[in-house]
């Protein structure tokens, strides 16, 4: 159970180490038949601090994480991710709430490494990733079972950095760009990237509980 600061505010700090699964590269690694090299594997390694205060009419919440990705043949890569949301409830009830508010996430990884040559992660490592959203969420109490239901409309923004094709091998990565150079070869580098634009969520869900005590 987080720890309680005052009747309305709590802390919760985490740590964690788990594996990626944005792919298959990421998550379990793959091997290249004709080098039998091997890479890929990436694990999210580090903690984070929230604080959260809520009085059951309006609340608020914001929070700092810091991490480290690392695998088997991929650059080690810093993640600093930021959160932070203020919400009202404009309907509650013993047994429902009606839930609505704003939502902000910051996101910045010191190394671009989402894609999948060898040396590359397969994971989504922006550089300077916001986004803000607007959520909706109603829930109610039946007997045992509880359900909500939700939506979401937001804005997101963010921008990668060039990333080299072979980043953990200096020797295979300069033998591209000489290939490049000499016209073997189209390029050596991932360009660049930014992209913004609009996004929504539905979701629903379901919980029984069967101890009733």
Do not use: C, H
């Amino acid at each position: 159970r987080p720890p309680q600061l005052t009747d309305d505010r709590k802390l919760i700090l985490t740590g964690e180490r788990r594996a990626v699964v944005d792919s298959l590269l990421s998550y379990v690694g793959v091997e290249d038949k004709y080098s039998g090299k091997k890479w890929g594997q990436v694990t999210k390694n580090g903690g984070s601090a929230q604080l959260s205060y809520d009085d059951g009419d309006a609340g608020f919440y914001a929070g700092v994480g810091l991490y480290n990705y690392i695998g088997e043949n991929v650059p080690s890569n810093d993640n600093f991710t930021g959160n932070a949301g203020v919400y009202i409830r404009p309907y509650r009830a013993d047994d429902r709430e009606l839930k609505t508010g704003i939502s902000m996430t910051y996101m910045d990884f010191s190394k671009n490494l989402s894609y999948f040559s060898y040396g590359q992660g397969g994971y989504f490592s922006p550089q300077d990733y916001i986004s803000v959203s607007f959520p909706v969420d109603y829930t109610q109490k039946f007997d045992n079972w509880n359900m909500s239901v939700g939506a979401s409309l937001g804005y997101q923004s963010y921008s990668q950095d060039e990333s080299p094709y072979f980043p953990t091998d200096a020797a295979m990565q300069s033998q591209l760009e000489d290939y490049v150079s000499r016209g073997f070869a189209k390029e050596a580098w991932y360009s660049g990237s930014s992209e913004s634009g609009m996004g929504y969520n539905l979701r629903a869900a379901a919980d029984y509980k069967v101890n009733k005590d």
